[in-house]
T-cell receptor, first 114, second 114 residues
Framework: AQSVTQLDSQVPVFEEAPVELRCNYS??????LFWYVQYPNQGLQLLLK??????LVKGINGFEAEFNKSQTSFHLRKPSVHISDTAEYFC????????????FGKGTLLTVNP | DSGVTQTPKHLITATGQRVTLRCSPR?????VYWYQQSLDQGLQFLIQ???????AKGNILERFSAQQFPDLHSELNLSSLELGDSALYFC?????????????FGPGTRLTVT
């Protein structure tokens, strides 16, 4: 079964510092990967997605992610974070068969401090 | 705003009761997904409907049921409620049933069972 692991439950950083949120997935077949962000008391918003093609994917709000098949990773990065990036970030995968569900990681709480 | 609406926003009820959560997908989207978010289980897929038909089932309890109506809105029915059913319930929609299709999430319904 598909599984998604987010290696850090919490990541505190200072404003304007770079950040990387790590995500690993397990799958023996082709996989589609997504990053979602959840601001307090809100639903999930899609940041970016990898379907095929270029392994570097750019998303909204200055975020990007790199798909690495050999390491089964899909890490999210931003070169300079803002206070407003404070939120929970979820990595998700969708793979194989007739099941269209998203399998989510446990989430990473990014806290940006002034 | 994702275009997906969910009502009610909050629901407080007692154990043993039954509730209905409602979701309206984005205009034109045929697929509706239900997810449960809790502190201990994280985000879990419950069930998917496509154009009125059940397409995929996840970890949905037998006490829970869902349906999608001809106007494409969906309802999630939770019965014989237990304390452990307290969670945030999200609805998501996508244009079709392609697994590469991104899912757009509603703001969620927070259910509290006392």
């Amino acid at each position: 079964a598909q599984s998604v692991t987010q290696l850090d439950s919490q990541v505190p950083v200072f404003e304007e510092a770079p950040v990387e949120l790590r995500c690993n997935y397990s799958s023996s077949v082709s996989v589609y990967l997504f990053w979602y962000v959840q601001y307090p008391n809100q639903g999930l918003q899609l940041l970016l997605k990898y379907l095929s093609g270029s392994t570097l994917v750019k998303g909204i709000n200055g975020f990007e992610a790199e798909f690495n098949k050999s390491q089964t990773s899909f890490h999210l990065r931003k070169p300079s974070v803002h206070i407003s990036d404070t939120a929970e970030y979820f990595c998700a995968a969708n793979s194989g068969g007739s099941n269209y569900k998203l399998t989510f990681g446990k989430g990473t709480l990014l806290t940006v401090n002034p | 705003d994702s275009g997906v609406t969910q009502t009610p926003k909050h629901l407080i009820t007692a154990t043993g009761q039954r509730v209905t959560l409602r979701c309206s997908p984005r205009s034109g989207d045929l697929s509706v997904y239900w997810y449960q978010q809790s502190l201990d289980q994280g985000l879990q897929f419950l069930i998917q409907y496509y154009n009125g038909e059940e397409r995929a089932k996840g970890n949905i309890l037998e006490r829970f049921s869902a349906q999608q109506f001809p106007d494409l809105h969906s309802e999630l029915n939770l019965s014989s409620l237990e304390l452990g059913d307290s969670a945030l319930y999200f609805c998501a929609s996508s244009a079709g049933e392609r697994r590469s299709g991104e899912q757009y999430f509603g703001p969620g319904t927070r259910l509290t069972v006392t």
